[in-house]
């Protein structure tokens, strides 16, 4: 039985590069979020267009998340 160490790296310096990437879009989503504030009381819309664009920056970076973790599930489960 063989290693192929070099395949073996590669394998790894992809897996924490792209655990790297989802950890800092969570963050970013997060901080946007926070942004964002909690809107207006009565129906719960940002208020301002600043506000607007932090939602939707968060919910860019949840979508990416979201579609890494998904493509992740795909590999693994076989179907």
Known sequence: MDIKWGNLGGVFGASLGI??????????GVAAWGRAGGGDPRDGRPRDGR??????????CFAACLAVA????DLIVPG
Do not use: N
């Open 70 to 73: 998904a493509y992740g599930i």
């Open 19 to 28: 655990t790297i990437a989802v950890v800092v879009m969570f963050s970013l």
């Open 51 to 60: 506000a607007r664009a932090a939602l939707a920056v968060a919910t860019l």
